[in-house]
């Protein structure tokens, strides 16, 4: 949960902003960014969140500074790899290991890394600042280039303390809000002139200017192996992806819903820590019981699967219940927490969920983005989903254009935007020429996941789990398992004509069958109809005062008809439709007034 920010120049002295510098760092308090400290150099300067998260050397003459937010898992063999070969290692933090290995091998090192980073490195003699993204973008990076000065951030509140950045929307940013949110295109950081560095790409600036490229793509190749030689290896890979992600020091617990994901990492993560090292904890709302009711996407609740899993497994376990005054509160903390409009109480709830781990532990495991790899979304086997063009968590490019104010797109065609970033990322998918049909879409929908849907899941856990203290983990996300799955042949995934049919193959004899072979389950949320009311009373507070900012780009009246209607529209998957929709504009007209956002378009 390191912070990293700073900036580099050569239009003038960069000491000039030594008071920005300390306002960026301030910002970043919540993220440990109190013990942080500020290292200037002749034409930069990096702020250190963290003394875990900073290291300055000096190399043959260079000096090199990194800002750094990391964790490394297979850092004992990086610190080998450059001790056999001669290389100054420095054992006290990734931090330094990530500097030692840029000194050793500049960017080419980048490939080697298995963890999730983001990072700065100034070279004093070089006069060049080097920055990078791990491979699916779990930690933030937020940057501009304006006027000789760039600057970058973990955070965008941060970032906005620099001069040089206005909080300013226009019609591609209203595109992003309305036609995209709560996603983002690759690199969009939404106000304009501030930028994201994509998932996978390194950046270098220097006196000639910027430039970005990519390091890491998912890429297609033959599977060799047969169907048990496969389950097997995903088992290796899931398993010793699960174990460099623990933490002995007795600061771990797992996130348990009973589920198939969440239930394979506690396993594992308990069989491999000391006993008593493991806590686990639920989520749920209060009298979620009494007005749940069964759908196509939520079949049943999760209590009696985390009793299974409970019993099994001997764990000592915390069910969290949520009150709906709490829920409707967390909203605003979430979008201070993400620096934007998210998912809702989706969001809220996580956030709350974390600040209630984080009383016992630093650290949390989730089962989060199966689901993404193993295929486990409707969207990946039902055909007529699958085979439709556009995004399958978001089919409703014209439902959500209907509630914009003419001409608050600038001109932008919504249904052309939308098709561009779909057929963009579709045309970027690497296929192999002997692709049937099905292996082909298959491969798209994973890109499609993992460039989209799967980055938002992983933005809300990271900026929930940071805000509060905690850190997230999410073994499912480990690039050498994501890379295996992209070339597994769709019909292994679903094996026996299930949803993540391999994954619970792989698996077999390790969890109970109850657990092992139950249907797929979404993250939980609220059902009792008292949330429903409060944000839609919040709601109808905004439409009455006429000076709210959200009515500047949305229809009055078309804010009003959500408010009567009873049909549940999806907004962004299963997990958001109207309560969340109206949650959503609740936290957008919130944004607005917090950063004073201007509207330019």
Partial sequence: ?????????????IHSFYGVAGLMLEKLARRGAAMGSMVFSKDACLLQGHPAASSETVINGRRLIISCSAELYNAKELRKRLADGGGRVNWKSDAALILALYAEYGADFLNELNGVFSFAIWDEERETLFCARDRFGVKPFFYMNERGVFAFSTELKALLAHPFVNPAIDGESVAELMLIGPGRSPGCGVLRGVHELRAGHCALFDKTGLSVSPYY????????ENFEETAEHVKALLTDA??????????ICSMLSGGLDSSIVTAVAKKRLPEGALKTY????????????????????????????????????KSVELETD??????????????????????????????????????????????????????????????????????????????????????????????????????????????????????????LNADWFMRTLLERAERMGAYSGMTVRVPFCDHRLVEYLYNVPPEFRDYQ???????????????PDEVLWRKKSPYPKTHNPDFMARVSGLLSEIIRFSGSPILEIIKKEALEKLLSDNRAIPWYGQLMTTPQTIAYFVQLNYWLQKFKVRITV
């Avoid at 019981?289 to 009793?307: C, I, K, L, N």
């Avoid at 295929?375 to 968590?393: H, K, M």
Wanted: hydrophobic letters at 40%; one cysteine or more.
């Fill in 282 to 317: 639920s989520v749920d709302y209060k009298d979620n019981a009494r007005y749940f009711r069964s759908t196509q996407f939520q079949p049943g609740s999760d209590a009696q699967y985390v009793e299974i899993m409970g019993n099994f497994l001997g764990l000592e376990h």
């Fill in 217 to 224: 793509t998912l890429r297609a190749a033959e599977h060799t």
């Fill in 242 to 251: 699960i174990e460099r992600r623990l933490d002995e020091s007795g600061q």
């Fill in 326 to 447: 709490a829920l409707v509160e967390s909203l605003f903390r979430a979008v201070d927490a993400r620096d934007m409009p998210g998912m809702a109480d989706v969001d809220g709830s996580l956030l709350l969920f974390c600040e209630e781990m984080a009383k016992d532990a630093s650290v949390a495991l989730s089962g989060e983005c199966a689901d993404e790899v193993f295929g486990g979304y409707p969207w990946f086997r039902d055909e007529s989903v699958s085979a439709s063009a556009g995004f399958p968590w978001s089919q409703s490019t014209l439902y959500r254009a209907g509630f914009l104010r003419e001409g608050a797109l600038g001109g932008i065609d919504p249904e052309d935007y939308v098709a561009g970033k779909y057929n963009q990322t579709v045309a970027d998918t690497c296929i192999l020429p002997g692709d049937g049909e099905r292996a082909r879409r298959t491969r798209e929908m994973t890109r």
């Fill in 497 to 511: 004509g299930r949803e993540k049919g391999l994954l619970r193959r792989a698996f077999q004899g390790v969890l």
């Fill in 1 to 13: 949960m390191h912070a990293i920010a700073g900036m580099a120049g050569f239009a003038g002295p």
